[in-house]
């Protein structure tokens, strides 16, 4: 009883330290010095190079641009580009006002720069907007170019107050079951047509056509380009894409309403964002805040995203495509983030394949994400997920888990109820390893807090590639749902507090490997830790207030391979 009651105090300083530990923001990095932003880091990082744009500027007025959203500016924005390309770069300036246009083609040495007030909205016509060869979704294809658009440059910025408006609403299909009753009647009467069973409206009958032959946005098959024209309204681009550009910096402005994702620097090396919101409505298809793919070098901090799928996403290129191109997104930094609705606050995945390595993320806040912390990837991915750092987070109102490893996405995860005895079957299918097969390891979180979720974490890997070397220190869970472990390898966790309200507290199945040290429920009497999978092997508790009498095993799980200290 006394050990007990003696457990209770360290855990109450334990949630004390840890809850002063994540709220604090006595280092938040000042707007006029970014030099912290490199402080602590785990790994060898080159500072952040920016870009250096020359003191000449012009206004887009003096090149015939119109304000008020009648008149299309295209031509203007094109000219003065131009004019202060050809004067050795510079900035271009956009005064407050409601500037309508087609694409912007950026050139290296320019800033975009926005005023207060400053609001360019892209055209709503299909017709502004070429097929280009891209990337998307991590794969070659043809695609809309992006209403920003820029390739293979030096130095570029787009900075100010302003607002960047993609019109996405033109583009995007929409779910009648994200709208209310009259929403939809509203949406159906402005046009478009309607799938056939009714229940998903898209803006012409050439988008409604591209879907029947894509998966996962994506037209699959050996295609011409007379094909995608075809199809082409259902191609919709990336708000803003940013491909094998070298000192890019997004500073400053507002990013919303993009057609699919709204900020995509590909390939790029030395990339800076801050002080930018990122939004786009909740029910908004493949609508992104910020997918980083096979980038080095990048900072992103003090930046509030609010959008409709994951917000902060490193992708690395899908399947043979990006083993191919070979390029991780490595050496990133995120600090000072706040996610307000997302399917992901932080995610890594799917599209992973030339591996992601060397990630700091610290001192952000997710609120409402459908996950918090999201790792995602599947057989034929491939690549190698390794040396990520995440600490710092606060969480609330999750409604899956605020700790998601998956590598079976899109596939049929082994997951059973946390609730059924029955034993997990084990003739799971257990692929040979080869170069398809992800790889997830080296991964430490620390002070990490969740007040509200369904479940607390799930950790699960691949039964021929387990997930491996996962720290998780100093956290406080607090969800209907316990943990739950899945063909996993030297996972870690110390000074935990789990609180939930419903089935077991830890569910083991398949995993070897497992410490776990100070952990406490609050109600260690009725604990409950379910111990499954003739795999599992080498589970270790230490200094926990419960007994083996708290653990049940499946029958297939040896009891030998327990030990609570």
């Not at 087609?102 to 299909?126: M, V, Y």
């Not at 070659?140 to 107050?161: H, K, M, Q, V």
């Not at 993609?166 to 509203?186: E, I, N």
């Not at 080869?434 to 369904?454: L, Q």
């Amino acid at each position: 009883m006394k050990k007990h009651k003696r457990l209770i105090l360290i855990n109450s300083i334990i949630i004390s330290f840890i809850f002063y530990s994540c709220v604090s923001k006595s280092d938040t990095i000042r707007s006029d010095d970014y030099s912290s932003i490199y402080d602590g880091l785990e790994f060898s990082m080159e500072k952040v190079r920016e870009p250096v744009i020359p003191e000449y500027s012009v206004s887009i007025t003096g090149f015939g641009a119109v304000p008020g959203g009648q008149t299309i500016n295209t031509k203007a924005f094109a000219d003065a580009i131009q004019n202060v390309s050809d004067k050795g770069g510079g900035k271009v300036i956009v005064p407050g006002g409601i500037w309508l246009t087609g694409p912007i083609i950026l050139k290296s040495n320019i800033d975009l720069h926005l005023e207060s007030g400053a609001l360019i909205l892209f055209s709503r016509n299909f017709d502004d907007y070429p097929l280009i060869e891209t990337s998307f979704e991590g794969l070659e294809t043809w695609r809309c170019i992006s209403p920003l658009y820029a390739f293979d440059l030096d130095n570029i910025a787009i900075t100010g107050e302003g607002i960047i408006d993609g019109s996405g609403d033109a583009w995007r299909p929409v779910k009648k079951s994200k709208l209310t009753d009259s929403q939809w009647k509203k949406l159906v009467n402005s046009g478009g047509v309607l799938n056939e069973d009714k229940n998903v409206w898209y803006p012409s009958e050439k988008a409604l056509k591209g879907v029947e032959g894509s998966i996962m946005n994506v037209p699959v098959g050996n295609l011409s380009k007379e094909d995608f024209e075809a199809i082409k309204d259902f191609l919709r681009p990336v708000m803003i894409s940013i491909v094998k550009c070298r000192n890019v910096l997004l500073d400053g402005p507002t990013f919303q309403n993009s057609p699919a994702w709204n900020i995509h620097p590909l390939m790029c090396e030395n990339v800076t964002l801050r002080n930018l919101t990122v939004k786009n409505p909740w029910y908004s298809q493949n609508g992104d805040g910020l997918d980083l793919e096979s980038c080095k070098n990048a900072v992103i901090y003090n930046c509030n995203f609010d959008v409709g799928d994951d917000a902060i996403c490193f992708k690395s290129g899908k399947n043979e495509t990006g083993r191919r191109r070979g390029m991780p997104t490595e050496n990133v930094i995120v600090k000072e983030c706040i996610v307000y609705h997302g399917h992901g606050g932080f995610v890594v995945g799917s599209e992973m394949s030339g591996g992601v390595r060397n990630v700091h993320i610290s001192s952000c806040t997710f609120m409402g994400t459908d996950v918090g912390i999201r790792f995602k990837s599947t057989r034929g991915r491939g690549g190698i997920v390794e040396n990520i750092y995440i600490s710092e987070i606060n969480m609330t109102d999750i409604p899956t888990e605020p700790i998601h490893f998956n590598l079976y996405y899109g596939g049929s995860a082994p997951l059973p109820d946390p609730e059924d005895k029955v034993a997990v079957k084990t003739e799971k299918v257990i692929s040979p390893v080869s170069e398809e097969t992800p790889m997830f390891r080296n991964i430490h979180m620390k002070n990490i807090v969740c007040k509200g979720a369904a479940r607390a974490a799930i950790l699960q890997g691949l039964p021929e590639m387990n997930l491996s070397n996962v720290t998780i220190e100093d956290v406080i869970l607090e969800a209907d749902r316990g943990m739950e472990f899945f063909d996993s390898d030297s996972i870690r966790l110390k000074n935990i507090i789990i609180k939930i309200t419903k089935g077991p507290l830890i569910s083991i199945t398949d995993t070897k490997n497992l410490t776990i040290e100070k952990l406490s429920c609050g109600k260690e009497k009725e604990a409950k830790v379910l111990v499954r999978g003739s795999r599992t092997a080498n589970i270790r508790f230490k200094e926990v207030a419960f007994t083996m009498e708290n653990l049940e095993f499946d029958g297939l799980a040896s009891e030998e391979e327990v030990v609570i200290e």
